[in-house]
Nanobody
Framework: QVQLVESGGGLVQPGGSLRLSCAAS????????MSWYRQAPGKERELVAS????????NYADSVKGRCTISRDNAKNTVYLQMNSLKSEDTAVYYC?????????WGQGTQVTVSS
């Protein structure tokens, strides 16, 4: 059974930091690029960052470039998103995704709220 379980979300003040984690199970983790998406209320889901199978390639949305870092630990089947200098516009539900060919797996999401 494929599972992606996100954690680490919460309420943080502007300028603060959060580290999101996504624990994967039920599939061969090292065969999949991993991504973080987010969806704010009333908006479409958007790609935040992605990382290749062995972390050689990383890509970021322009809106988070320089503030976020995606990483993965293949020994722990876990992908991370370190978010710094958070802004109110980063408020969203953050989703972990594993996608390769016809396989497209999603987690349940973790809420990030940036507010004073």
């Amino acid at each position: 059974q494929v599972q992606l379980v996100e954690s680490g979300g919460g309420l943080v003040q502007p300028g603060g930091s959060l580290r999101l984690s996504c624990a994967a199970s039920g599939f061969s983790f090292t065969r999949y690029p991993m991504s973080w998406y987010r969806q704010a209320p009333g908006k479409e889901r958007e790609l935040v960052a992605s990382i290749s199978q062995f972390a050689v390639n990383k890509n970021y949305a322009d809106s988070v470039k320089g503030r976020c870092t995606i990483s993965r630990d293949n020994a722990k089947n876990t992908v991370y998103l370190q978010m710094n200098s958070l802004k109110s516009e980063d408020t969203a539900v953050y989703y972990c995704n594993a996608h390769s060919g016809p396989d497209d797996y999603w987690g349940q999401g973790t809420q990030v709220t940036v507010s004073s």
